[in-house]
């Protein structure tokens, strides 16, 4: 009976290791799981986190263009209402450009050439009368 008992206990000692292998490769699996849901929380978080930061760099630099562009309308209201206050003196005909006069120097074509000649052609000799057509071409 010795014997038996050895052998049960033996079975017991190894379904004791096996629920506990078993147990921890669970809590093993858990952790995992665990920690896998805390880094997707994580990245959600940081994702949400450079969203804020860029939208206040974003807000940020329309405040500064926005700043920029009032001083440059302040600048340029503050030139017109000097323009206006002074009395204006504007010369049109000094604005208009001036036509530079060119005189006509027609060089060689100023002397005129000869006319031409108006020359008859010579009439056919009498050989050339008795072909047929000659007197017609003259």
Known sequence: MARRSVWVQMQREAERRRRDAERAARAL???RQRQAKEAARQRVYDEKEQK????EQRAY???QLTREIADRVEQ???LLKASLSTEPSLDIEAL???RATIPFDPGELATPIDP???TLPA???ILGKLLPG???KH
């Open 134 to 136: 000659a007197k017609a």
């Open 76 to 78: 340029l209201e503050g």
């Open 123 to 125: 009439a056919p000799s």
């Open 96 to 98: 208009k450009e001036q």
């Open 52 to 55: 804020r930061l860029y939208a």
């Open 29 to 31: 699996e858990k952790e």
């Open 116 to 118: 031409p000649v108006k």
């Open 61 to 63: 630099e329309a405040e």
